[in-house]
């Protein structure tokens, strides 16, 4: 069945470093979803991908979907404390339901 | 609008027991998706239910069952609790649940003693 792989599970960085989060199909997408989830809170959705190649830039955080819609990444630049949460991205195939990742913890250090 | 609301939000159960919780999406969505979160395992996939037909079921035994009411809300109720049943239970509504928004409660956290 469809599986999301999602890395890194941790990521720990100063105020300032850029971050990245990697998401993996196993099969192809028809679209993308990513999402955040602040300590204690529930996820948020962020923006959705869905066409090849496609990248979207949101403030600091820069999303792009891969060619073979198969993969995607959450890139964030010079990383803020309000940045603290859990990533996550949720692909959609072949009107299958939407499978998240096992997301990234981001820490922030000021 | 109002969000999609969860209850109860906070519950301890034994083993053995079972637990019934309860959805209200948000007015207009007609998709209702459920999803189990525990640490490190991320969010798992329940169901699924749109115009109270369940359209889509993860891997979960069947002591896991939902069901969508005429005015969509949902519920879901496990039986014969186990301590690994433990978990924030997330519920999430979609005008469009293939490839709309999911808009998530706050959850229902669950502890099975």
């Known amino acids: 069945g469809q599986q999301v792989m999602q890395i890194p599970q941790y990521q720990h960085v100063q105020e300032g470093e850029d971050f990245t989060t990697y998401c993996n199909s196993s099969?192809?997408?028809?679209?993308i979803q990513w999402y955040k989830q602040r300590p204690g809170g529930h996820p948020v959705f962020l923006i959705q991908l869905v066409k090849s190649g496609e990248v979207k830039k949101q403030k600091r955080l820069t999303f792009q979907f891969g060619e073979a819609k198969k993969n995607s990444s959450l890139h964030i630049t010079a990383t803020q404390t309000t940045d603290v949460g859990t990533y996550f991205c949720a692909g959609g195939a072949n009107n299958n339901d939407m499978r998240f990742g096992a997301g990234t913890r981001l820490t922030v250090k000021p | 609008k109002a969000g999609v609301t969860q209850t109860p939000r906070y519950l301890i159960k034994t083993r053995g027991q079972q637990v019934t919780l309860s959805c209200s999406p948000i007015?207009?969505?007609?998709?209702v998706s459920w999803y189990q979160q525990t640490p490190g395992q991320g969010l798992q996939f329940l169901f699924e239910?749109?115009?109270?037909?369940?359209?889509n079921k993860g891997n979960f035994p069947g002591r896991f069952s939902g069901r969508q009411f005429s005015n969509s809300r949902s519920e879901m109720n496990v039986s014969t609790l186990e301590l690994g049943d433990s978990a924030l239970y997330l519920c999430a509504s979609s005008s469009d649940r293939y490839t709309g928004e999911l808009f998530f409660g706050e959850g229902s956290r669950l502890t099975v003693l």
């Open positions: 099969t192809t997408l028809s679209n």
């Open positions: 239910y749109f115009s109270e037909t369940q359209r």
């Open positions: 007015s207009g969505h007609r998709s």
